[in-house]
């Protein structure tokens, strides 16, 4: 299986803050990852698709970026409404794989 | 804009088989790949398996010899059931709709099935 190891695993933030989360793949996966947010109780929400393309209907602050095995999700400025988790998914190879997520919190 | 629902008992005994069923609305099951991926409390997303609309399956080796998936598209529903369950299947499961290169978008909101005598 390919591991994906995501940093950091927890971070605080204020809003307006730029934050960035870095997501690693053992072995390349070219551009087959998306990264999601998920709140409680809710359904996870995808962000980002094919590592870089803003899926319809998210703020463009939202950004992805990277390919083969080093890849960040950039939130340009943090809003009231992004305290969340977020997880980075790879599809390049069966059995998908996560990273372990990383919480964002209000610092 | 597609809608998925998981419903099934919230509480499987050790040894028994937990079944759960995903009824997805705003949209069709065919053409799509249907997945089903866990989280234990505390640990990390776990993909269990996914099934095509046809009825194709193909699961998580960690979990193959236990996991049955099927689907129903005149009920527009799919389902997953997992035998001999444990402590360490207890966990909060979702049902998603794959997209294209099998890349997960939309998901359910989940539902926790605990397993204790």
């Known amino acids: 299986d390919i591991q994906m190891t995501q940093s950091p695993s927890s971070l605080s933030a204020s809003v307006g803050d730029r934050v960035t989360i870095t997501c690693r793949a053992s072995q390349g996966i070219g551009d087959d990852l998306g990264w999601y947010q998920h709140k409680p109780g809710k359904a996870p929400k995808r962000l980002i698709y094919a590592a870089s393309r803003l899926q319809s209907g998210v703020p463009s602050r939202f950004s992805g970026s990277g390919s083969g095995t080093e890849f960040t999700l950039t939130i340009s400025s943090l809003q009231a409404e992004d305290f969340a988790t977020y997880y980075c998914?790879?599809?390049?190879?069966?059995?998908?794989?996560f990273g372990q997520g990383t919480k964002v919190e209000v610092k | 804009q597609v809608h998925l629902q998981e419903s099934g008992p919230g509480l499987v005994k050790p040894s028994e088989t937990l079944s759960l069923t995903c009824t997805v609305s705003g949209g069709s099951l065919s053409s799509y790949y249907w997945s089903w991926i866990r989280q234990p409390a505390g640990k990390g997303l776990e993909w269990i398996g996914r099934?095509?609309?046809?009825?194709?399956?193909k699961y998580n080796p960690s979990l193959k010899s236990r996991v049955t998936m099927s689907v129903d598209t005149s009920k527009s529903q799919f389902s997953l059931k997992l035998t001999s369950v444990t402590a360490a299947d207890t966990a909060v499961y979702y049902c998603?709709?794959?997209?294209?290169?099998?890349?997960?978008?939309?998901w359910g909101q989940g539902t926790l099935v605990t397993v204790s005598s």
């Open positions: 998603a709709r794959e997209g294209t290169s099998q890349a997960i978008h939309h």
């Open positions: 099934i095509y609309y046809s009825g194709t399956t």
């Open positions: 998914l790879q599809h390049n190879s069966d059995p998908p794989t």
